[in-house]
T-cell receptor, first 112, second 116 residues
Framework: SQELEQSPQSLIVQEGKNLTINCTSSKTLYGLYWYKQKYGEGLIFLMM?????EEKSHEKITAKLDEKKQQSSLHITASQPSHAGIYLCGADRNQAGTALIFGKGTTLSVSS | EPEVTQTPSHQVTQMGQEVILRCVPI?????FYWYRQILGQKVEFLVS????????KSEIFDDQFSVERPDGSNFTLKIRSTKLEDSAMYFCASSEAGTGFNSPLHFGNGTRLTVT
C-alpha cells in the first residue's frame, strides 16, 4: 500500500525566515495534495499538483512535484505567525482515485 | 464559502454504546468520506461513499462501522458498539468528484469522540 513520509516531523523558524517541508512517496503519485491543519481543527486545502515537474504558488507558499512524481516539497517564503500549524501531504490511495491517504504531518512553529 | 458541517463537536459515550456522528457535506458535492485521527497520530482513511454506496473502505472500517446518507443533505457514521480505541477525532469530507479527477477534499472541523 502507498505510504507518505514527511520531513521534518517538526520545525521551528523565526518569523521572516524561509522553510521547506518534504513529502516522499513509496510509489508514483497520481495526485498530490497539500493541506494545513490547526490543532484540533479540520484540514484546510492548500494546493493540488498533478503533473511531474508542476509548481504552484499561492501567496507565500509554493509547492512542487518532482519529475518522477514521487516527491513533493512545500516552500514558505518569509514565514509569518499565521503560517504556524500542521502541514500534511495527501495522495490518491490508488489509481482508481476514490480516496486520499495522508502523511503524518509536519508541525510548524513560527516565533516572532 | 460553502463548508462541511459536523455535529456534535464533542461526544462522550460509554464503551459498548452506539454512536452516530453526523455531517452535512457541501451541497453540490457527490463524494463523501470519513477519516479519523487518534490523538497524536496521522489522519486515517475510513470510507468513501458515492451514489449511495460505499466506493472504498479501509481495513479499519470493519463490521462495527456503517455509513448512511439518510436524506439529501446528511451523511452519517455509525459505530455500533464503541470500544476505548475508537476514541479519536472523526472528520467528514466531501468532494465534487473523485480524487482521481483531481478534486480536492473539503473537511469539516471534526467530532471528537471520547469512549469511557
Amino acid at each position: 500500500s502507498q505510504e507518505l513520509e514527511q520531513s521534518p516531523q517538526s520545525l521551528i523558524v523565526q518569523e521572516g525566515k524561509n522553510l521547506t517541508i518534504n513529502c516522499t512517496s513509496s510509489k508514483t503519485l497520481y495526485g498530490l495534495y497539500w493541506y494545513k491543519q490547526k490543532y484540533g481543527e479540520g484540514l484546510i486545502f492548500l494546493m493540488m499538483l498533478q503533473k511531474g515537474g508542476e509548481e504552484k504558488s499561492h501567496e507565500k507558499i509554493t509547492a512542487k512535484l518532482d519529475e518522477k512524481k514521487q516527491q513533493s516539497s512545500l516552500h514558505i517564503t518569509a514565514s509569518q505567525p499565521s503560517h504556524a500549524g500542521i502541514y500534511l501531504c495527501g495522495a490518491d490511495r490508488n489509481q482508481a482515485g476514490t480516496a486520499l491517504i495522508f502523511g503524518k504531518g509536519t508541525t510548524l512553529s513560527v516565533s516572532s | 464559502e460553502p463548508e462541511v458541517t459536523q455535529t456534535p463537536s464533542h461526544q462522550v459515550t460509554q464503551m459498548g454504546q452506539e454512536v452516530i456522528l453526523r455531517c452535512v457535506p457541501i451541497s453540490n458535492h457527490l463524494y463523501f468520506y470519513w477519516y479519523r485521527q487518534i490523538l497524536g497520530q496521522k489522519v486515517e482513511f475510513l470510507v468513501s461513499f458515492y451514489n449511495n454506496e460505499i466506493s472504498e473502505k479501509s481495513e479499519i472500517f470493519d463490521d462495527q462501522f456503517s455509513v448512511e446518507r439518510p436524506d439529501g443533505s446528511n451523511f452519517t457514521l455509525k459505530i455500533r458498539s464503541t470500544k476505548l480505541e475508537d476514541s479519536a477525532m472523526y472528520f467528514c469530507a466531501s468532494s465534487e468528484a473523485g480524487t482521481g479527477f483531481n478534486s480536492p477534499l473539503h473537511f469539516g472541523n471534526g467530532t471528537r469522540l471520547t469512549v469511557t
